[in-house]
């Protein structure tokens, strides 16, 4: 399986296709729709869905175009699904420099857990990480040893707790309890910001000592 990375959009967020024999999972579309159109042409991938680590605008701000062209759905985990639609609790209703963000009805939302054990066939292991947002999730995938944490775990930081349902106290317990736990050579790919690994972040990472 290859993991490419593309942060090529106005709020740097990393966005990732996990590809494997052409199949690709988009993870967390950041702004540029027509960047990510571009690596899927480029690559000749076959997009089977698109997955929301957590339902921040910023992180969704693709998917009304990215989702109706490629016609696949958009997992998110059940918490997240009316941020989707009510900019003020994805946060976009709160900057005035950007317009507030609502999905369109007409894509199609599918609800992933802890219980969830594939997507589209992509085998991995699901850990809701709420206290960045309630509907956070990190998607591990095992086999490859790489997790990707969205806004909970950052190379020497963790996401910001000042937003609708944020809790620091919760956040630093999930990531102590489910993350820290994987195997010290996992690669953490964050939702912004450069790739770690869990062995670096417990021995740096002053946030979750």
């Not at 963000?101 to 599918?110: A, E, G």
């Not at 869990?198 to 979750?208: D, M, Q, V, W």
């Amino acid at each position: 399986m290859i993991v490419k990375t593309f942060s090529n959009n106005q709020l740097h967020v990393n966005t990732y296709f996990m590809i494997e024999d052409g199949k690709c999972l988009i993870i967390d579309p950041g702004s540029n729709a027509q960047g990510i159109l571009k690596v899927v042409e480029d690559e000749n991938l076959k997009v089977l869905g698109i997955v929301l680590t957590h339902a921040h605008f910023d992180h969704f701000l693709a998917c009304n175009e990215l989702n109706r062209k490629l016609d696949v759905p958009l997992y998110i985990h059940p918490n997240g699904v009316e941020l989707l639609y009510d900019p003020m609790k994805n946060v976009s209703g709160r900057f005035r420099i950007y317009q507030p963000l609502v999905l369109h009805p007409d894509v199609l939302v599918s609800t992933i857990n802890e219980e969830t054990t594939e997507i589209e066939g992509f085998k991995v292991r699901i850990f809701h990480i709420p206290g960045h947002s309630p509907d956070g999730i990190s998607l591990y995938f095992a086999r490859e040893g790489v997790v990707f944490t969205g806004d909970a775990l950052f190379k020497l930081s963790i996401g910001r707790t000042d937003f609708y349902g944020g809790n620091q106290e919760e956040l630093v317990q999930n990531i102590k309890e489910k993350l820290l736990t994987l195997p010290k050579d996992t690669i953490v790919y964050p939702g912004h910001g450069p790739a770690t690994t869990i062995e670096y972040e417990l021995a740096y990472n002053i946030y979750i000592k």
